[in-house]
């Protein structure tokens, strides 16, 4: 019955669609323009059990004449039939294909009350309508069948009945046989039962006959159900068939049931064991949760504790190491004339000034202890940095010519922390300075490039480079690969580089092989942002 509502709302659709065509040409088409859009319609595919698409014009008496001289300007043998002794008339104009409905051309539906009836309803309501039963004239087998109309008018859609009495202009159309209607909605080979369709008193279409094939004399299910289809009540009787009764006589149905049966059980087995499952893992997770929690608090105390030990520890540094520092002074200047005199010993004022020397070494790396732990600690201010201005000014304060700190490309201008972003630069443009083979000859290029929305800014040397076995080690605290003897340092400068970089979600890397220089990269947000 779905299937049969489904198919006639689709139907539907086409008769408002030739309304819609017929309106587009200010209420009237030719002969050709139907033809032309029925063929694209193309009802044998997309409307199967159709038997054609026309239009039907509502013609007074005073109108009869005009009206058929205008047909048989491109149809000589157009006439009205048959006669009757209603008001007015209804005449088919056209119907497509013509081939196999010529006999319904020029058919006035008000001789007969079931068509008459329909197009009265049809034309006072503005809806679709289906007419009672009738046999249509063009089919041989003199079957059942019906009319399926939708109305058109002059100027358009009216709400009033009396309003659509007075401007009516005709029908869209669609003649029907219901053997064919049902043969290609309800097919047989697709369902285990058979149908009969009655409109009132007058049998549509009926399946119970002892010659139907399927047909089963005492059926195991009987079921009827009436059907409101566009004005008229349609019953169906629907009775399980033959090939029903072979379907369920043997023994699957009930190996099916049993089987479905105990797939049900393992089913709920399986979800019982699931919720436990869930239920277990719930309760470990939430006894992770706490255990987490308590941890990253633990965690979180132990760096505070550390970040202030390293400031508390470094700062109380600071005044016993200056005393020292006073005191070496003190000594040298008390000692000037010693060392002068030819009895003085060479090595007294050789160690007092590798005592002023591990004074200042441990004054840099205190500074650099005190930079590394506040890293992170406080916010710092926000502040338009140009980049390619920071660069030229750290390579004059480190004594480098232009040729000597070359700036390739464009360097962007951040809203960013600036005195942090100038430590970064700072360290990793001085190491490549301070660990340069060659000063005289040292090239130090800074450059950048966008990517996923961050800029990534390299620093790049012709310095001696770095062997691939430390890259990681470089960036730990307090490592240096050379003597500190060698080269003054406290191992701390990439250190607070990497340390800073990663509190602003970013990463450093170092891009070297020995005798071709090297290359650190580090990525910076475009906008200011701290990860804590």
Same mark, same amino acid.
């Given at each position: 019955?779905?299937?049969? #509502?489904?198919?006639? %709302?689709?139907?539907?659709? &086409?008769?408002?669609?030739?309304?819609?065509?017929?309106?587009?040409?200010?209420?009237?088409?030719?002969?050709?323009?139907?033809?032309?859009?029925?063929?694209?319609?193309?009802?044998?595919? %997309?409307?199967?059990?159709? =038997?054609?698409?026309?239009?039907?014009?509502?013609?007074?008496?005073?109108?009869?004449?005009?009206?058929?001289?205008?047909?048989?300007?491109?149809?000589?043998?157009?006439?009205?039939?048959?006669?009757?002794?209603?008001?007015?008339?209804?005449?088919?104009?056209?119907?497509?294909?013509? #081939?196999?409905?010529?006999?319904?051309?020029?058919?006035?539906?008000?001789?007969?009350?079931?068509?008459?009836?329909?197009?009265?309803?049809?034309?006072?309501?503005?809806?679709?309508?289906?007419?009672?039963?009738?046999?249509?004239?063009?089919?041989?087998?003199?079957?059942?069948?019906?009319?399926?109309?939708?109305?058109?008018?002059?100027?358009?859609?009216?709400? !009033?009945?009396?309003?659509?009495?007075?401007?009516?202009?005709g029908l869209v159309y669609a003649p029907f046989v219901v053997n064919k209607l049902l043969a290609g909605t309800l097919e047989k080979d697709r369902r285990q039962v058979g149908i009969k369709i009655t409109d009132r008193e007058t049998v549509l279409y009926d399946e119970h006959l002892v010659s139907e094939e399927d047909y089963d004399p005492d059926p195991l299910f009987v079921t009827r159900r009436s059907l409101d289809l566009y004005g008229r009540e349609w019953l169906f009787d629907i009775r399980s068939?033959?090939?029903?009764?072979?379907?369920?006589?043997?023994?699957?149905?009930?190996?099916?049931?049993?089987?479905?049966?105990?797939?049900?059980?393992?089913? $709920?087995?399986?979800?019982?064991?699931?919720?436990?499952? =869930?239920?277990? &893992?719930?309760?470990?997770?939430?006894?992770?949760? +706490?255990?987490?929690?308590?941890?990253?608090?633990?965690?979180?105390?132990? =760096?505070?504790?550390?970040?202030? $030990?390293?400031?508390? &520890?470094?700062?109380?540094?600071?005044?016993?190491?200056?005393?020292?520092?006073?005191?070496?002074?003190?000594?040298?200047?008390?000692?000037?004339?010693?060392?002068?005199?030819?009895?003085?010993?060479? +090595?007294?004022?050789? =160690?007092?000034?590798?005592?002023?020397?591990?004074?200042?070494?441990?004054?840099?790396?205190?500074?650099?202890?005190?930079?590394?732990?506040?890293?992170?600690?406080?916010? &710092?201010?926000?502040?338009?940095?140009?980049?390619?201005?920071?660069?030229?000014?750290?390579?004059?304060?480190?004594?480098?010519?232009?040729?000597?700190?070359?700036?390739?490309?464009?360097?962007?201008?951040?809203?960013?922390?600036?005195?942090?972003?100038?430590?970064?630069?700072?360290?990793?443009?001085?190491?490549?300075?301070?660990?340069?083979?060659?000063?005289?000859?040292?090239?130090?290029?800074? #450059?950048?490039?966008?990517?996923?929305?961050?800029?990534?800014?390299?620093?790049?040397?012709?310095?001696?480079?770095?062997?691939?076995? $430390?890259?990681?080690?470089?960036?730990?605290?307090?490592?240096?690969?050379?003597?500190?003897?060698?080269?003054?340092?406290?191992?701390?400068?990439?250190?607070?580089?990497?340390?800073?970089?990663? !509190?602003?979600?970013? #990463?450093?890397?170092?891009?070297?092989?020995?005798?071709?220089?090297?290359?650190?990269? $580090?990525?910076?947000?475009?906008?200011?942002?701290?990860?804590?």
């Amino acid at each position: 019955m779905e299937l049969v #509502s489904e198919r006639m %709302r689709k139907y539907e659709d &086409a008769l408002w669609g030739g309304v819609s065509a017929i309106q587009a040409q200010d209420g009237d088409i030719s002969h050709r323009g139907w033809s032309t859009f029925a063929k694209h319609l193309r009802i044998d595919v %997309r409307y199967p059990g159709i =038997n054609g698409i026309g239009v039907i014009h509502n013609v007074s008496p005073d109108k009869l004449g005009s009206y058929l001289s205008e047909q048989r300007i491109d149809r000589p043998l157009y006439h009205r039939h048959p006669r009757h002794q209603e008001a007015e008339y209804w005449p088919i104009t056209y119907i497509e294909p013509f #081939s196999t409905n010529a006999k319904a051309v020029g058919l006035d539906v008000a001789h007969e009350a079931n068509r008459y009836d329909a197009a009265k309803k049809s034309r006072d309501s503005g809806a679709a309508q289906l007419t009672g039963p009738i046999v249509l004239v063009q089919d041989a087998e003199r079957t059942p069948g019906f009319l399926f109309y939708a109305p058109f008018y002059q100027g358009g859609v009216y709400d !009033s009945v009396e309003d659509r009495r007075k401007n009516i202009t005709g029908l869209v159309y669609a003649p029907f046989v219901v053997n064919k209607l049902l043969a290609g909605t309800l097919e047989k080979d697709r369902r285990q039962v058979g149908i009969k369709i009655t409109d009132r008193e007058t049998v549509l279409y009926d399946e119970h006959l002892v010659s139907e094939e399927d047909y089963d004399p005492d059926p195991l299910f009987v079921t009827r159900r009436s059907l409101d289809l566009y004005g008229r009540e349609w019953l169906f009787d629907i009775r399980s068939a033959n090939s029903f009764r072979s379907a369920t006589s043997g023994a699957q149905p009930l190996i099916i049931l049993f089987g479905g049966l105990f797939i049900d059980a393992l089913l $709920f087995v399986l979800f019982l064991s699931l919720s436990r499952a =869930n239920q277990r &893992a719930t309760i470990f997770a939430e006894g992770m949760t +706490d255990e987490l929690r308590w941890r990253t608090r633990e965690l979180e105390q132990s =760096n505070l504790d550390l970040e202030r $030990f390293a400031y508390v &520890a470094s700062h109380d540094l600071k005044t016993p190491l200056r005393g020292i520092g006073d005191i070496s002074e003190y000594l040298a200047e008390d000692l000037a004339d010693y060392f002068k005199s030819p009895e003085a010993h060479p +090595d007294v004022e050789k =160690n007092l000034g590798r005592l002023n020397t591990q004074v200042h070494r441990m004054e840099s790396l205190i500074r650099g202890i005190l930079s590394y732990s506040t890293i992170g600690t406080a916010a &710092a201010e926000i502040e338009e940095v140009n980049v390619a201005e920071l660069v030229r000014e750290i390579g004059g304060t480190l004594g480098l010519s232009e040729r000597a700190c070359v700036i390739d490309g464009e360097l962007p201008t951040l809203a960013t922390e600036g005195t942090q972003i100038a430590q970064v630069l700072n360290n990793l443009i001085g190491n490549a300075v301070k660990y340069h083979h060659d000063v005289a000859n040292a090239v130090i290029r800074v #450059s950048a490039t966008k990517v996923d929305g961050v800029y990534v800014i390299a620093v790049a040397d012709n310095g001696p480079g770095i062997d691939p076995r $430390f890259h990681t080690r470089i960036f730990e605290i307090f490592q240096t690969l050379q003597s500190k003897d060698e080269i003054e340092s406290t191992g701390i400068g990439l250190s607070i580089v990497k340390k800073l970089v990663e !509190s602003r979600g970013g #990463s450093v890397t170092v891009d070297s092989a020995l005798g071709q220089g090297a290359t650190f990269s $580090f990525s910076w947000p475009t906008a200011a942002t701290v990860v804590q």
